[in-house]
């Protein structure tokens, strides 16, 4: 028999403010977007009455060229950042908890990308990347001789490249911060027993410090799949999602779609579909990557 | 086995010496015990044998080579930490034999030594086991075996002890004097308890603010400090000191004599009030208040029956006062 006490019903009570965000902010919208993705919905009401169409939004979703472009552009957008981001920021903060000198000026001036806004970053980027004197261009006729330029965003084969360079630089701080938190947790006593051992620096990198961050290897690589599977923002202002749809992601083409088109219900089913890719692909990582300590 | 050798031993961290010059020879085969209160540089002391910390000036020879400067992994020595420093993720067998298998020594080898270490230390059947599934007890033994297991000339104890309940403690005192007897390697032992220091110890370095008080055999402390310090840090209770004119009568700056060397005399010279009692069951502790002498602890065999407030006299053998002039002892 469970007895109800005092303690539980304050407990209840201070649930509620956040259960009540949750389920306004989250849950609501989530639920309504798998009705209209079943709907013809759009964006502005139009005389005719919105009606129920079946899966007809899905069907056209699966046959859309565009859509599987940009399934197949995000998928290749998260295989190459995450890794990247992840060993900048792991370099980053392995540097950065080392004996260097002026450490905590650099530790001030590594966390600076994360407090600009996407928007400034992506902005100075578009300076650097600017053809034909960019400054990423002065640096490339350095090498390949005046006259000579690249088109970083207007050329396919190098458009996905220069935004996973970009997304890659703007939010590696967030990591390194995890990283860093994560390496002082690590016993000084184990380097040192390592030493004793006959450890050489990679071999105290691959047995005590790798293993050490486990759980936050985990943790990160769950949050920045899911980050980079949520790639809009430089898409957006950088290249619309060209050339040719090379950049174009699918949180850029439900935008298009729901907003461009004000096909809402179309977005719609785009979104639900996204959520339980990304959803099943989260509980994927868990599974197969347990956190220390669990079974 | 290999002695170890400090010459001129300088430590500074900036502008501030930790230890001013050392000199000093542990012996090969002994088990030397390093002992001071806290901030005394025992452990910096026992982290340069390791190489885990730069010599500021002087030099470091183990079994006669001059390792100042070598990597702590090239010194032969193994090290058991405070906190054990167990490789979480890696197996009881593995946290073992990981030195050896760095060396790159053959398998069949590694798991021949790490089976022996095992034996030895009972924990064969714990092989399989990680660090977080053992008892503070076991996993002192496994960094114990990670130590044996790889044949060190010098063995080097930080405060290993300190992480276990008094009655583990005791425990494995009794088992570090007993593989220190069967292996008879050279082990240097840092600790603050002067317990540990007294009952493990075939010699004992007591040091107090980075220089060396007196270094000798436990017995030899206790009975002949050589100064107040050292007289006042070995020896549980802390011996008594009686300063002034009091002292000056009994030969001395300041005269210290032990609570196990006063007693309940109706004869005695000193008269106190007492102020507290422990009943330790085999002993009894009396802490009272001397008049002219100031406050006196007596530790007395069996069960006393004193209430705090009783006036008591207090006798002792002259020939049990520690007499100390200028900071030294002066000899009975």
Known sequence: MRIRTKGQGQELAMLLPALFFIIALIVTPFLLSVWFSFTDQRLVPRPIPTKFIGTTNYERMFVDPLFWQAIWNTVVFALIVTPVQLAMSLGAAMVLNSAIPFRGFFRSIAILPLLLPMTVIVSIWAVLFRIPAGPFNAVYQWFAGQGNYVDFLGNPSTAMLSVVALSAWATFPYQMLIYLAGLQDIPQDLYEAAKLDGAKPWQRFRYITWPGLRNVNIFLLIITTVGALKLFTQVDILTKGGPNGATTTIIHYLFKQGYATQKVGYASAVAVFFFLAVTAIALLQRRFLKNEGEA | MADVVFSAVHKRYGAVEIIPGLDLTIPEGSFTVLVGPSGCGKSTLLRMIAGLEEVSGGSIHIG?????????????????????????????????????????MAKTEIAARVADAAETLQLTHLLDRKPKQLSGGQRQRVAIGRAIVRKPRVFLFDEPLSNLDAALRAQMRVELAELHSRIGATMVYVTHDQVEAMTMADRIVVLNGGRIEQAGAPMELYRQPATPFVAGFIGSPRMNFITGEEARKLGGDLVGIRPEHLRLSENGPWIASVRHVEHLGAETLIYAEAEAIGPLTIKAEGDVALEAGKSIRIGFNTTDLHRFAGGRRVPN
């Open chain 2, 64 to 104: 006669g080579d001059d390792v100042t400067t070598s990597d702590p992994s090239q010194r032969g020595i193994a090290m058991v930490f405070q906190s054990y420093a167990l490789y979480p993720h890696m197996s009881v067998a593995d946290n073992i034999g990981f030195g050896l298998k760095l060396s790159g």
